[in-house]
C-alpha cells in the first residue's frame, strides 16, 4: 500500500513531519517499507521558455532555440517537433544528472550547432514511458522555477507493509483515521452527502444467492445518464500514477481512486451494455469471461458472478468483464457498490489466480456500513469529472442489507497487564478504544466494547489488549527475563537430536564437510536410490529436477560431489545429516547420517597415492557408530547391501536384527556422470536403528589394568578367496576368548605367488596372560589352537 | 693397536694403555683396548689372574696396584668413551637433515555447516533458559500447519506462504510440506500439559526460488506457555537472547506491532544496526533491521489444542535459522547454504570441535 503524503494530508490535517509519521506509522503496526521521494532526482531541473525556435541550417527535423532560463538565454538544440516559440518546458542544463540514464549532460555541438542543455520527453525524466516530443507545461508555470515542485513530484510516496489484518488501512483515508487515532492530527471528514436522484434506477436488480445472500448480502446501483467520459483531470492522473497506477479513463480512473482512496472497490458498468435484469448469483461453471485484464477465465461451479440476461459480466469483487466495461463512447452508466463476502472472493480469486486491487480489498472485508457512502462519492466524481448539461442521476437502488454488528466484546479490566505486564487505567483503556472508533461502555470490573464497522479484524479480547498496548506503544512493555525454571536436570536435546549432533561432530573430525542439500530431488535419482511411493511426489514443484521427497542422502550429495569436481577440485568429502522420507506419515520421516568420497587419488610427496574405496566408507560409517556407543566389535558384516552399491565392493553393519549401516563403492552405473578415474564411496547409517543407549547413571565400569605384559604370535594362513576374514577372526578369538585379546590382519595376498582362488591372511594374535605368566609351552599350545580352530571353521592351511 | 706388553710392570701398561686410549678415534677402537686391557684375555685380567700364586703379603701389595691400574684405565676408558660417542654423535647429525619446508600430510579437512552450527548456538542459549528442544515433521497436513494456528484455508496469509503440496485423498486437509516450524507448537500443546518451554528448530519449504529465498530453509520457533508468562517476559526474553546471540552487550531491540493470525498481540522485532557505506554492522548505530517475529499465542490457537485461554498464556516466536547465521557471520547470500560447495563450506564453515558454550564464547 502507497500513497503520496499529499494524499495523506488531504484526509489529515497535521504538522507533523515526514519522519514523525514514518516512525509513528511504524509504531503503530503500519510499518513503512520504503519513503520514495522522487522530487530528488527532479531537484535539477527547471521551469523554462522557448523565446525563438528556428530550422537547424544543416538537417531537416532539428530546431536550434533561444531558451529562457529566468537569468539568462541558452542555445539549445532540439529535435522534438512540438519545440516551438513560446512553449514552456523542462530544461535540463549541462552538468544535471539525467534521471534515465544516471549520467551528467555535458555541452557539445550538435551537426555543427552550439547546444547548451536539454528540453526534456516524460521518459527522460524517469517519470513516464512517453517520448512523443519535450514535455509542454502549463501557462502557469514559473521560468526559473524547480519543475519538481511545480508538477507535485516534491511529494514523498510513502509505501507500508499492510498486514493482512488492517482492511481499513488499505485506504489513505483509513491510514489517516489510524494516525488521528494516535495523536498525529485531525481527520477530516469525508463530505457524502447523498446525490439526489431525479428518476427511478431504471435497471432491475436481483440477488439470487443461497444462505440468505451471504456471498452478497448487500448490493446498491445508480444510473447516470447522458455523461462524457474521456481523459481524467491531471489531479487525479498523478494521484493515481503516484501509487503505481496507469490512468485510463474517467470513469475506471474514479473507481480506482476510490479504492486506493477509500478503501472502496466500486465497479462502473457500461449502463447500454446491461441486458434485462443485473443480477447477482452463482456460477454454474463452464461459463468464460474475457476480463479486464485482458485474459479470459473459464468459471468454477459456485463463483459469485454478476450478470444479466446474456450471461456472466463480471467476477464479483474479483475482475470486471470486458463486455459490459466503459469506453470511450459510453454515456451512460450503472454504478455498482456492494459487499462481498471476504471467504468466496479469496477462493475465486486463489482458483484462478488473478490478484486485483479489489479483490485484495474484498477477501480481507471492506467496511460494510461504507458501500452507500463509497457510491455517493463515486457519483459525485461521476457528475463532477464527466457531467454534461444534460446529465440525469438516478435514485440509488439499494438492494439487501448488511446487519450491523452488534454483539458486544467484554474485555476484563486485568486483561491487558496479566496479558502484556503494561498496567494501563481503566480510563485510558477506555479512551485508547474510543479514539480508534470503538463504542465502549463501562461495566464493574469490565469494558463492554462494540467495534467500528470498519474492523473486522477485531474478534475477541487479546485483540482489544492488542490495540490499547498499540497505540499506547510497544516500546512502554516493560522487559522481564523470563524466571528460572526449577534447576534443568534434563538435557534440551532428545536422544535422535544427540545422534544427530554426534554423527555430524564424527564426521566432521574424520576430515569431512557437512552439507546440506535439499530435501527433494528428481524423480529418476530417487528411483535409483530406492524408489519413493506416489504420496511423496510434490503437486507443485520448483522443477523436475526437485519434485520428489528424497529417499536416500546419497543422491544430492553425489551431485554437489560433481559440482565441486567439476570447478575443479581433485577430492571431494562431504558428508549429510538429515532426513530421508519413505511415506507421509510421521515415522516415515528417517533421519540419516551419510558421507560421500569422491574423486581420483589425490597426490602428496610422503604419501602413496590412494583413490577412496569402500573402506574408507566403511571406516565413515563405524566412527559415526562408535561415537554413538555402538560397540564395533560386536557389528555383524554383511554383504547384502542395498542395489546402488556396487554389488561386489560394498556391506552392511548390523547389530543384531538392526540395520546400522550399509557402505560401499557407489555402483557403477550411477556414477556415469563421474569420469572413470573418480571413484565415488559412500555409506548410509541409520540414526534411529541404533538402540537405545542404556541408562546406567553416569559412572563407567571399573577399569582393570592387566600388569603381566601382553605376548603377540603371528600366523599365516593360505585360504579360499571367498572366505570372508571376517570369519577368520572370529575363529582365532574362539580358541581361547579369555587369553586372546586382539586378532589383527597386517597382510592379504592375492596374486600369482599362490594358487588360483586362494589368498593369505596374516595375522598378528595378542595374548594377554591373567594371572600368571606362560609358560613357552603353554604358549605354544595356545598358538596350535588357534590354528586348529581357524583351519576347522575356514577350511585354511597355516603356513609354517 | 699393537699387542700389549707382556711385562708385569704395571707402569709400562699403564703408559701402554693410556697412550692407546688416547690414540682410539672410534668408539669400536676404545672397546679394542678395553678388551685388551680388562676383556678375558686381557692384560691386565691375566695378571689378577696370577695373583692366586703369589704369597698372601705379595698378593695383598701387587692386588692394591693391579686394582688401581685397573680403575685408572677404567676412567680413562669412560672419559674417552664419551669424547668419541659425543664426536660420532655431532657426525651423525650433521649427516641427518630434513628439509622441513616441506608440507606436512594431507589432514582432516573436516567442518560443520553454518546452518547446524548455529541451531546449536541457539539451542545452547535457550536451553539456559530452561528451554527443551522439541520437533515434528516435515510433511504435514494443513490442519497443523494453518488450521490449528488460525489460519483458515480462505485467509490472505496463506498467500503469503508459497505452500508446496503433496498428492491427498482429501481436497479439505492436504499433505504439505510444513512452511513454517509453528507446526510444532500444537504438536506440543497437545502432547504436553503446561508449564510449556520449548524450541524447534528444522527444516521448512516454500514454493519459492530467488536471489533471497530459497524453497527449502530452517526455522526455529519457541513456546512458552504457563499461566503467567506475559509479553514483557517475551520482550525480556527475545532481547536476552539477541543480545547473547550476537554477543553485543548493549543491542538495541525494537518491538512493533505487527500481525501473524497465531498471536494476538504481535509484534516484529528488530535489532539495530548500521548500513552506513553499503555494509551492514549489528549495534546501536541508530538504524534498523528486521529479525524474527513473536506474539502473545491466540486464544483460538490454545482452544485448539485444548487449553483454556482464560487459565493459559504464553508467548511463541519464529526466526529463520540462516538469516541469523548471515547476520552473525557476514555470509551474503543465501542461495549459498545449499550449494554444498566446499570452497564456501571450508570458509564459513566451523571446526569440529567448535562446539557452542556459553562458558568459552568470547
Known amino acids: 500500500m502507497k500513497f503520496p503524503l499529499s494524499w495523506l494530508k488531504q484526509h489529515l490535517d497535521t504538522d507533523a513531519s515526514l519522519d514523525v509519521l514514518c516512525d509513528t506509522l511504524t509504531a503503530i503496526g503500519l510499518e513503512v517499507e520504503n519513503v520514495e521521494a522522487p522530487g530528488k532526482k527532479l531537484a535539477p531541473f527547471i521551469v523554462a521558455q522557448i523565446k ?73 525524466l524517469g517519470i513516464g514511458d512517453e517520448h512523443e516530443g519535450i514535455i509542454e507545461l502549463g501557462e502557469d508555470a514559473p521560468v526559473g522555477g524547480s519543475f519538481a515542485a511545480y508538477a507535485g513530484y516534491d511529494d514523498p510516496v510513502i509505501e507500508i507493509n499492510l498486514t493482512p489484518n488492517r482492511p481499513d488501512c488499505a485506504g489513505v483515508f483509513g491510514i489517516a483515521r489510524d494516525l488521528a487515532a494516535a495523536g498525529l492530527g485531525t481527520l477530516k471528514k469525508l463530505d457524502v452527502t447523498p446525490v439526489k436522484g431525479t428518476e427511478p434506477c431504471g435497471i432491475k436488480i436481483s ?167 463509497g457510491a455517493e462519492l463515486a457519483a459525485k466524481l461521476v457528475i463532477e469529472l464527466c457531467g454534461t448539461a444534460d446529465t440525469v442521476v438516478s435514485e440509488l437502488e439499494v438492494v439487501g442489507a448488511v446487519a450491523p454488528r452488534t454483539a458486544p466484546i467484554a474485555l476484563d479490566l486485568g486483561k491487558c497487564l496479566k496479558h502484556t505486564g503494561l498496567d494501563v487505567s481503566a480510563d485510558e483503556q477506555r479512551a485508547l478504544l474510543e479514539k480508534l472508533g470503538f463504542t465502549v461502555t463501562a461495566q464493574e470490573q469490565s469494558l463492554s466494547v462494540l467495534p467500528p464497522s470498519w474492523r473486522p479484524d477485531i474478534d475477541n479480547d487479546a485483540d482489544l489488549v492488542e490495540e490499547i498496548v498499540r497505540l499506547k506503544g510497544y516500546e512502554h512493555l516493560p522487559v522481564v527475563s523470563l524466571p528460572n525454571a526449577e534447576v534443568v536436570t534434563r538435557l534440551a536435546l532428545d536422544e535422535d537430536e544427540r545422534r544427530a549432533h554426534t554423527a555430524r561432530r564424527a564426521l566432521a573430525g574424520r576430515g569431512l564437510m557437512e552439507a546440506l542439500t535439499w530435501s527433494f530431488l528428481s524423480a529418476s535419482e530417487a528411483e535409483a536410490f530406492g524408489g519413493v511411493n506416489d504420496a511423496l511426489r510434490l503437486t507443485n514443484p520448483i522443477s523436475v529436477e526437485l519434485c520428489v521427497m528424497r529417499p536416500s542422502l546419497l543422491p544430492n550429495l553425489m551431485a554437489a560431489a560433481k559440482r565441486n569436481l567439476d570447478r575443479g577440485l581433485a577430492t571431494v568429502r562431504l558428508f549429510e545429516v538429515g532426513p530421508t522420507f519413505h511415506d507421509t506419515m510421521e515415522d516415515g520421516q528417517i533421519p540419516v547420517a551419510s558421507a560421500l568420497r569422491a574423486g581420483a587419488a589425490p597426490r602428496h610427496w610422503a604419501e602413496t597415492a590412494r583413490a577412496p574405496d569402500a573402506f574408507d566408507a566403511k571406516a565413515d560409517a563405524m566412527a559415526v557408530l562408535e561415537a554413538l556407543g555402538v560397540p564395533v566389535g560386536s557389528l555383524q558384516v554383511t554383504t547384502d547391501a542395498p542395489a546402488w552399491y556396487h ?73 579360499d578367496r571367498a572366505v570372508p576374514a571376517d570369519k577368520v577372526i572370529r575363529a582365532a578369538y574362539a580358541a581361547d576368548k579369555k587369553l586372546i585379546r586382539a586378532v589383527d590382519i597386517f597382510d592379504v595376498y592375492e596374486g600369482d605367488k599362490i594358487d588360483e582362488g586362494k589368498k593369505s591372511l596374516a595375522l598378528s594374535v595378542t595374548i594377554q596372560p591373567q594371572d600368571k605368566t606362560l609358560t613357552d609351552t603353554e604358549i605354544d599350545a595356545l598358538a596350535a589352537k588357534i590354528g586348529e580352530s581357524v583351519t576347522k571353521a575356514t577350511g585354511a592351511v597355516l603356513r609354517k | 693397536m699393537t699387542p700389549a706388553p707382556m711385562a708385569d ?184 500439559k503446561p508449564p510449556i518451554r520449548i524450541i524447534a528448530p528444522g527444516r521448512t519449504y516454500r514454493c519459492d526460488y530467488d536471489q533471497t529465498h530459497t524453497p527449502m530453509f530452517h526455522q526455529v520457533e519457541g513456546l512458552v506457555i504457563d499461566e503467567k508468562t506475559n509479553m514483557g517476559h517475551l520482550k525480556g526474553c ?125
Open chain 1, 52 to 124: 525563438e525556435a528556428v530550422d537547424h541550417p544543416d538537417s531537416d527535423h532539428l530546431h536550434v532555440c533561444k531558451v529562457d532560463t529566468g537569468s539568462e538565454i541558452l542555445q539549445v538544440v532540439c529535435g522534438a517537433p512540438n519545440a516551438r516559440a513560446g512553449l514552456k518546458v523542462v530544461l535540463a542544463r549541462p552538468g544535471d544528472v539525467m534521471p534515465d540514464t544516471g549520467k551528467a549532460l555535458k555541452a557539445g555541438k550538435i551537426r555543427g550547432v552550439e547546444s547548451c542543455g536539454m528540453m526534456c520527453a516524460v521518459d527522460e
Open chain 1, 207 to 373: 440477488l439470487d444467492l443461497p444462505d440468505n445472500n451471504k456471498a452478497c448480502p448487500l448490493f446498491v446501483g445508480r444510473v447516470i445518464r447522458n455523461i462524457q467520459n474521456g481523459p481524467s483531470p491531471e489531479w487525479l492522473q498523478k494521484k493515481l500514477r503516484a501509487v503505481g497506477l496507469r490512468p485510463i479513463s474517467a470513469l475506471v480512473d474514479i473507481t480506482n481512486y476510490l479504492t486506493i482512496d477509500c478503501a472502496r472497490p466500486l465497479h462502473v458498468f457500461d449502463a447500454d451494455k446491461i441486458k434485462g435484469t443485473l443480477w447477482v448469483g452463482e456460477a454454474e461453471g463452464g461459463e468464460t469471461l474475457e476480463a479486464l485484464n485482458d485474459k479470459t477465465y473459464t468459471l468454477e461451479k459456485g463463483m459469485t458472478v454478476i450478470g444479466d440476461d446474456t450471461g456472466v459480466l463480471s467476477l464479483a469483487g474479483v475482475v470486471g468483464g470486458v463486455g459490459s466495461a466503459c469506453d470511450e463512447k459510453t454515456t451512460n452508466v450503472l454504478i455498482e457498490a456492494a459487499y462481498f463476502d471476504p471467504v468466496r472472493t479469496a477462493i475465486t480469486g486463489r482458483t484462478l489466480q488473478i490478484p486485483s486491487d479489489a479483490r485484495y480489498r474484498f477477501e480481507r472485508g471492506v467496511d460494510p456500513l461504507f458501500t452507500q457512502p
Open chain 1, 647 to 719: 554389488p561386489g565392493r560394498s556391506g552392511c553393519l548390523r547389530l543384531g536384527p538392526n540395520l546400522l549401516a550399509a557402505f560401499g563403492e557407489i555402483h557403477p552405473q550411477l556414477r556415469e556422470n563421474f569420469s572413470s578415474t573418480e571413484v565415488v564411496v559412500g555409506c548410509e547409517v541409520f540414526l534411529a536403528n541404533i538402540p537405545a543407549t542404556r541408562a546406567k547413571g553416569t559412572a563407567r565400569p571399573l577399569l582393570k589394568l592387566e600388569t603381566l605384559q601382553p605376548i603377540r604370535r603371528d600366523f599365516a594362513f593360505v585360504l
Open chain 2, 9 to 192: 710392570e704395571i707402569g709400562t701398561l699403564k703408559t701402554f694403555f693410556l697412550s692407546a686410549i688416547a690414540s682410539a678415534t672410534t668408539e669400536a677402537e676404545l672397546e679394542a683396548v678395553r678388551v685388551s686391557a680388562l676383556g678375558k684375555k686381557g692384560s691386565i685380567t691375566a695378571l689378577t689372574r696370577a695373583l692366586g700364586t703369589l704369597s698372601p703379603e705379595e698378593r695383598k701389595t701387587r692386588g692394591a696396584e693391579l686394582n688401581t691400574l685397573k680403575n685408572d684405565i677404567l676412567a680413562v676408558l669412560d672419559k674417552q668413551k664419551k669424547i668419541l660417542s659425543a664426536a660420532a654423535m655431532q657426525e651423525r647429525l650433521v649427516n641427518e637433515r630434513l628439509d622441513v619446508t616441506l608440507p606436512i600430510r594431507p589432514e582432516a579437512e573436516g567442518r560443520v555447516h553454518p546452518t547446524p552450527q548455529t541451531i546449536e548456538e541457539i539451542v545452547t542459549i535457550f536451553a539456559s533458559m530452561g528451554f527443551a528442544v522439541a520437533k515434528g515433521p516435515d510433511i504435514e497436513t494443513e490442519y497443523y500447519n494453518f488450521e490449528a494456528l488460525n489460519i483458515p484455508s480462505s485467509h490472505p496469509a496463506r498467500d503469503m506462504q508459497a505452500t508446496f503440496f503433496l498428492p491427498s485423498a482429501e481436497k479439505t486437509n492436504q499433505t504439505v510440506l510444513r512452511t513454517q516450524t509453528s507446526p510444532v507448537q500444537i504438536r506440543t500443546m497437545l502432547h504436553k
Open chain 2, 238 to 362: 527475545v532481547m536476552d537472547f539477541l543480545r547473547a546471540f550476537f554477543g553485543i552487550d548493549d543491542l538495541p531491540v525494537r518491538f512493533r506491532p505487527s500481525y501473524f493470525p497465531f498471536t494476538e498481540p504481535s509484534a516484529e522485532v528488530d535489532i539495530g544496526c548500521s548500513r552506513a557505506g553499503g555494509e551492514l554492522k549489528l549495534g546501536n548505530y541508530g538504524d534498523w533491521l528486521e529479525i524474527m517475529g513473536c506474539g502473545m499465542v491466540h486464544p483460538n490457537v490454545l482452544k485448539n489444542c485444548g487449553l483454556d485461554p482464560e487459565k493459559h498464556q504464553g508467548f511463541a516466536f519464529g526466526m529463520g535459522i540462516e538469516r541469523l547465521a548471515m547476520l552473525k557471520y557476514g555470509i551474503p547470500d543465501l542461495r549459498t547454504f545449499f550449494d554444498a560447495d566446499m570452497r564456501w563450506l571450508r570458509h564459513y564453515g566451523f571446526m569440529p570441535f567448535d562446539i557452542p558454550n556459553p562458558a568459552l564464547r568470547g
